[in-house]
């Protein structure tokens, strides 16, 4: 199962980290310089939770954006009480 979000479709994003060396000329340098440029992954916060789908009772992927909306219905919590002999 893929880092996907089941409501929102949120998914791992690609992009590019700069590294920099120098001092910034408002600080008295001669500027900052690149000197490399690496990719990584942005990856969204992802939470398997149970949830009801359809009616049924079903783990799935969700961001942490989709539950604090409110797209997730979750389950109703039984209290079982042990009964007294």
């Avoid at 979000?5 to 500027?31: E, M, P, S, W």
């Avoid at 009772?57 to 009480?81: F, W």
């Amino acid at each position: 199962m893929p880092r996907v979000c089941y409501f929102t479709g949120k998914k791992t994003r690609i992009g590019n980290q700069k590294t920099h060396r120098g001092k910034a000329k408002y600080l008295g340098g001669v500027g900052t310089k690149c000197t490399g440029i690496t990719a990584r992954q942005f990856k969204a916060n992802i939470q398997t939770v149970r949830a009801v789908v359809d009616g049924q009772i079903t783990r799935i992927k969700v961001s942490t954006k989709a539950i604090k909306m409110g797209l997730v219905q979750k389950p109703v919590r039984s209290n079982y009480k042990p009964v007294a002999a």
